[in-house]
């Protein structure tokens, strides 16, 4: 099916003068300079600016900022630092959990040597972690306001549990609890205000003429360029680009504009300009022919549920985490030390080759998955929480590392945006409890994973390779229809792909308890339902 978005395509520029490039330079640095004067003032109450709509921050800083530069880049310019905090505050907010603790489990030999926590939810503890992340001095006014809007029965229980709980215990009680672990959390994570480093920055062009043009002097070697408004009224920049037919496509589709918004980055190696254009985009079909994908680095880095596997080069790899320990090495001896334009340039040419290297051998197993009647593949819907582990790898780096450099958290990006050139459908499921969870009987205990390397069910005794059962309990979030319907929602896309709902940790687990009772009755597997028919 063919689906109408927005995307963006980058030129590079081709022969830029001096001038030019000064200019374009010397206004990117004065808006890096606003980015972080803004960054400042949000830092010093970023609860009080967070908790504002987009235009009421814009509100806020516009007479500030409107001074210096022109209203076609102020707007873009604020929406920046916005997001940012924003962004930075959605990933605290998922700290703000309060948990009552049970019981606790000394394992002892003669002394105590380590001590396990069983920390559960209760209605108040619920109560606390809403305050701090949602709270303020009105909830008593718009919380039975949100109960009369809810439909599902699930949600207006959550929310009258919620109310009854803060009529139980005070609104004020709740508030200094809650308050003082939200201000302790701000306090850490923003104590210091966000740094804006590299020289972007955005604006919106409303020139008659069009976007971009050829070069109408034939005898030159510069192909195109691009025609924006820029600072001073009525003033209009061109940018000498690189244009290919075959790589950006016709050019019609990025004159047909009144209004075209940029984004310009300057660099060492000169500028680039990103716009956006309307195209149609091709979405294979949701079919039912799925293989679950666990993505790891311990021994491979796609592992499937038919037993196949695509590995990173580990050889190019190596190579590069070499260079990393030396650079580390020599700062490590000499702190100012700064690293040389030669030995940046190797790294990077090292990860560029690197992330094609994996690009190639995802083309390649695409077409294999092709070839043997796969049309829908499931991954864990990582983000950038994933793979937070201590410890060393086989390269002497830290693990946390490893995963950074081979970019983990956007391998699903890449294969869904491989695949779709192969008609094959991608769905994406929680990622909790997938390599916890036994494959053969539903089993979720932590103890089921004696070692990295090894799964063995702690309950019916089965043994598989870890990586595999894991990619097996990926494919079942789909294959099966409870936890399809219990887990998942379909995509906005409209081509029956399947994406996560926002559910806690503890909601799956319970999702994936409930399930396991309907075919594992006293101590057995039901003879009606086998869970090998989704392996």
Known sequence: MKVQGQYSMSFYSDRLSDSKLKEITDFAVLCRHIKNELSEVVNKDPLRYIQMSKFDFQKEFRELVKSNIPSSFYIQLMDDVYLSYSNKFDQIKNKFVFKKVSDIKCMSNGEIKNKTNTKIDTVLSRTLTYLAREGDENILVWLPLIIEKKRRKEDKKFYTEIFDCINKFGIKRLSMTSESKRNRLLKKYFGTPLVFKSLTFRGMSRLTRPTITYNKDFRSTIK?????SWVKFAKELSIPI????????????????????YKICVSKKGVRVILSCEKERDYPENKTNFVGVDVNTKHNLLQ?????????????FCVLANELKKTDEIKSQNKEYVVGTRRTNKISHLRRELVSNTRTRISEFCKELKTSGYDHVVFENLDKSFGRKKGKTEYDINQNRLMSELHICSIKDEFEHIARKYDIATSFVHPEYTSQTCSKCGCVESENRENQEEFKCVECGYKCNADLNASMNIRNRVASTVLRSELLQKTSIGNGTYEPKSLSRDKVKEVLLSFRKRPYLNGRLDKEFNFNLFR
Not at 224 to 228: E, G, L, S
Not at 242 to 261: A, D, I, V, W
């Open 224 to 228: 195109a360029f691009i025609n924006i």
């Open 242 to 261: 690189k244009y290919s037919k075959n790589f950006h496509g016709k050019m019609k589709q990025y004159q047909n504009k009144t209004e075209t918004s």
């Open 304 to 316: 499937c549920s038919d037993n196949s596997y695509v590995d990173y080069d580990r050889r190019l």
